[in-house]
């Protein structure tokens, strides 16, 4: 059991430049979500799924975009970096609602964004 | 808005003696609270889930409590070691839209 997996673990952008941080999992759990973590800011909630074909936005939606064509795979995609977006970003995924289940973080990816 | 405070300055803790970190929130009536915590270059593992209509719940050297009338939660970690040392994150939650995270308490037990 691989629990939830992040790639890559650091990238460096440029301004203008489009990525997808890629997060899975193996745990058969149909909610996902990805946080962003800045200092002084605490987590903060992006995007989110209740299961496969189902996204929500969070908190910080802007500037991202995400998909659920499965049930283990739940990618992050930046349209057009930004400085803004450096930060530590982390996929969790529970067994139902983020709000009322444990939820099973991954290592996280560091960007940098110039 | 929705605020979650947590101690911003870290924690220093001798060893053995009990460490309690406090989370206190406005503007938010949340069914379930958690907590979480996070070593460096980590991610958050989780601890801890209470619901509004617990008062307190125990795990191993852990006790959290959970008062919705004061709006505050306590973490306790007992007979504090070194390994203790870390982040820890208060989490609330009462949609679907998952968690709402405080910004978390340094913790420091000194042996």
């Known amino acids: 059991n691989a629990g939830v997996t992040q790639t890559p673990k650091f990238q460096v952008l440029k301004t203008g430049q489009s990525m997808t941080l890629q997060c899975a999992q193996d745990m058969n759990h149909e909610y996902m979500s990805w946080y962003r973590q800045d200092p002084g800011m605490g987590l903060r909630l992006i995007h989110y799924?209740?299961?496969?074909?189902?996204?929500d936005q969070g908190e910080v939606p802007n500037g991202y975009n995400v998909s659920r064509s499965t049930t283990e795979d739940f990618p992050l995609r930046l349209l057009s970096a930004a400085p803004s977006q450096t930060s530590v970003y982390f996929c969790a995924s529970s067994y139902g609602s983020g709000a009322y289940n444990e939820q099973f973080f991954g290592p996280g990816t560091r960007l940098t964004v110039l | 808005s929705q605020k979650i405070e947590q101690n911003s300055e870290a924690l220093n803790i001798q060893e053995g003696k009990t460490a309690t970190l406090t989370c206190n929130y406005t503007?938010?009536?949340?069914?379930?609270l958690q907590w979480y915590r996070q070593d460096p270059g980590r991610g958050p593992v989780f601890l801890l889930l209470?619901?509004?209509?617990?008062k307190e719940k125990r795990k191993e050297r852990l006790k959290v409590t959970f008062d919705t009338t004061l709006k505050q939660s306590l973490f306790h970690i007992t007979a504090s070691q070194p390994a203790d040392s870390a982040t820890y994150l208060c989490?609330?939650?009462?949609?679907?839209?998952?968690?709402?995270f405080g910004k978390g308490t340094h913790l420091i037990i000194q042996p």
């Open positions: 209470i619901r509004e209509n617990e």
């Open positions: 799924s209740v299961g496969a074909g189902i996204t």
């Open positions: 989490a609330l939650g009462g949609g679907a839209d998952g968690l709402t």
């Open positions: 503007n938010y009536s949340p069914a379930y």
